[in-house]
């Protein structure tokens, strides 16, 4: 399962991150602006998933993090990132198979939204 995607867009920063920031609270996730001007896009309860682990269902906190770059020939790059530990420590094997398919739903979800927009020109996972 990949740990990051990338996507690269032909509209300016400030479209993209709009774009960016409606897709993810479509799929019930707030974002939480950095200092470096990405999201940290969370969902669910800490502490309903410390006492219940994977078993917390849709409560389950995920914790995803999105970054803008600037890229070659004026395209932005919006990378979507997860920390591959915190699924295990959120509940084990189970926990981490959980946030595995919810990091995909939510690349899916922002990738459908730009490229929907007409605005995505690649996508590359790692």
């Given at each position: 399962m990949p740990s990051s995607y990338d996507f690269f867009v032909t509209e300016g920063i400030d479209a993209t991150k709009g774009r960016v920031t409606a897709a993810l609270e479509a799929q019930g996730f707030a974002a939480e602006t950095t200092p470096n001007g990405g999201f940290i896009a969370t969902r669910g309860s800490a502490t309903r998933t410390l006492l219940l682990g994977a078993f917390a269902g849709k409560a389950m906190h995920l914790r995803f993090d999105v970054q803008f770059f600037s890229g070659d020939e004026g395209k932005i790059i919006v990378r979507i990132s997860r920390d591959l530990?915190?699924?295990?420590?959120?509940?084990?094997?189970?926990?981490?198979?959980?946030?595995?398919?919810?990091?995909?739903?939510?690349?899916?979800g922002i990738g459908g939204a730009l490229d929907s927009a007409g605005v995505l020109a690649e996508t590359r996972s790692t």
């Open positions: 530990a915190a699924g295990a420590l959120k509940g084990g094997v189970i926990g981490a198979a959980k946030t595995a398919d919810a990091f995909t739903d939510f690349a899916n």
